[in-house]
Every structure is written in C-alpha cells, then in structure tokens.
C-alpha cells in the first residue's frame, strides 16, 4: 500500500478562497483559448478561395501562439494550486465561444475569428476584479498580455473585412 503524500501548503500572500476564485476565472480563459484554438486550426486546414495562401498562413500563426498560450494559462492555474481543465467536455462547459458547425466560407471564418478572439478579451477582463483586489502581479500580466494579443489579432482580421 502507497501512502499518498500530504499536499504543502501554498503560501505565496494570496489566501486558498481568492486562488481557487482566480483559479476558475483562468479555467474559463483556458477553456475560451483551447476553443478558439481548435476553431482556428480547423479553418487552417478548411480555407479556399482567392485568400487562401493569405489567411492559410495567417491562421497558422494564430493557432501556434494560441497553443503557446494555453499551456502559458494552465501552468498560472496549476502555481495557484489548482488543476488545469483539460478534457474537451471540459472545455465545452466552461468556454463562451460556440463551435462551428460545417466549413464556413472564408469571409465568415474571418468573422468568426474576430468574435472568438473578442471573446476571450472580455473573458481576460473579467477576471481583473479580483486579481487586482488581491495584488496578484504574475496573473495581471498574463491577462494584460493576452488581452494585447487577442485585441491586435481582431483588429488584424477586421480590417480583412473591410472594403
């Protein structure tokens, strides 16, 4: 018989309850991340037409940085001390950004993208209250910096839109 070894405690000036609310908010971020994530690299593979080298290419590098981000999110979940979400259902319960069904034209891959990336801005933001309350520094600068690359890489796509 193993015996299972107590967990230490974590004393980093941030008390369990406001980890653990923190926690949750970055487990919506992450679930909203590795949805966009999906969505984009699935346009990746699925988008025709006279932009497809464009936004073949420009797809692929959202979805890299993407993947560099959620492992960037789960790794602040788990130095809370808390587990990382990581089942698809998972994922599915916690996100805001809805699947798409089917392969879209590209225009409306474009479009769609905007509102994923949109999306996890305003889910970044909402969890600010009580980072800020807290004092938490490293999650502040995690969520002002995928805040800044969401909020260029919409703006990079809505201007695809543009006539």
């Known amino acids: 018989m193993q ?3 107590k967990p230490m ?3 980093i000036g941030i008390e369990e309850k406001s980890r653990q609310e923190i926690a949750e908010g970055l487990s919506r971020l992450l679930a909203d991340t590795y949805t966009l994530y999906l969505k984009t690299h ?6 025709t037409g006279p932009m497809f080298q464009t936004l073949h290419l420009m797809f692929e590098a959202q979805y890299t940085e993407l993947a560099t981000a959620v492992d960037q999110i789960a790794e602040r979940i788990r130095a809370l001390g808390f ?3 990581g089942t698809y259902s998972e994922f599915a ?3 805001s950004i809805p699947e798409t069904p089917g392969v879209p034209k590209a225009e409306e891959m474009i479009r769609l993208l905007v509102e994923g990336q949109e999306a996890v801005v ?3 933001r909402s969890i600010f209250p009580i980072v800020e309350k807290v004092n938490d520094e490293p999650t502040a600068d995690l969520l002002t910096q ?5 909020e260029k890489t919409a703006w990079m796509l809505r201007s695809l839109l543009e006539e």
């Open 9 to 11: 405690k974590i004393d």
């Open 146 to 150: 995928r805040m800044q690359v969401h």
């Open 122 to 124: 305003r889910t970044a």
């Open 3 to 5: 015996i299972q070894a």
């Open 42 to 47: 699935n346009f990746h593979w699925n988008v």
């Open 83 to 85: 587990p990382a979400p």
């Open 93 to 95: 319960r916690l996100s």
